[in-house]
């Protein structure tokens, strides 16, 4: 199938049922990043708890609408000399994401579009598995969801996330 983009959506893209959605998020979730276009209201959001309760994995929700920058996601891990001065630092997940346990969890990054300040940390996310300095389990399943452009609430997606992830369209349930 071709793609051809035509401002910010494209005229041609993968578009796939509920079900179908799920099962694909469910099979490559681990290995490919896929953000999920759909209708205000089309139930994006709520395939988050059915791949969890399919795949035995923890639940995670990152709202993007909750969160004004990355200073929200990450905070500073402080690095002390013996003399107890601080000679570096580095930045690991807010303890709400659980990325610390070392498990294996299904993590949907909801409103992806609508936060432009989170596009740069993100985009690491998507790319590489790895959030701050935390690298996601092999297992993990990641997916974002956002809303189509067309419909004016703000979802837009930067082309430096849109380059490094698999844009798919859902149908309404």
């Known amino acids: ?3 051809k983009l035509q401002g910010n959506s494209f005229s041609s893209m993968p578009t796939l049922s509920h079900t179908a959605m799920v099962q ?8 490919h990043s896929l953000i999920v276009q759909g209708g205000m209201g089309g139930a994006k959001t709520a395939m ?5 309760a399919l795949t035995g994995m923890r639940p995670v929700l990152l709202d993007c609408t ?6 929200d996601c990450l905070m500073p891990n402080f690095h002390k000399d013996k003399n107890g001065q601080i000679v570096a630092f580095d930045l690991v997940p807010n303890i709400e ?14 409103e ?15 790319q590489e598995r790895i959030f701050g300095n935390v690298q ?14 067309a419909e004016n609430v703000g979802d837009v997606l930067a082309p430096l996330l849109r380059n490094r992830v698999t844009v798919i369209r859902k149908l309404s349930p």
């Open 1 to 3: 199938m071709t793609t």
């Open 24 to 31: 694909a998020i469910r099979h490559t979730g681990h290995e």
């Open 48 to 52: 988050l708890k059915e791949i969890a």
């Open 66 to 71: 909750t969160k004004g920058d990355i200073g």
């Open 97 to 110: 994401f659980g990325l610390h346990l070392n498990e294996d969890i299904v993590l949907c990054v909801d």
């Open 112 to 126: 992806v579009g609508k936060n432009r300040a989170l596009m740069p940390g993100l985009t690491r996310l998507f």
């Open 136 to 149: 996601m389990t092999k297992r993990s399943i990641l997916f974002g969801c956002t809303n189509l452009a």
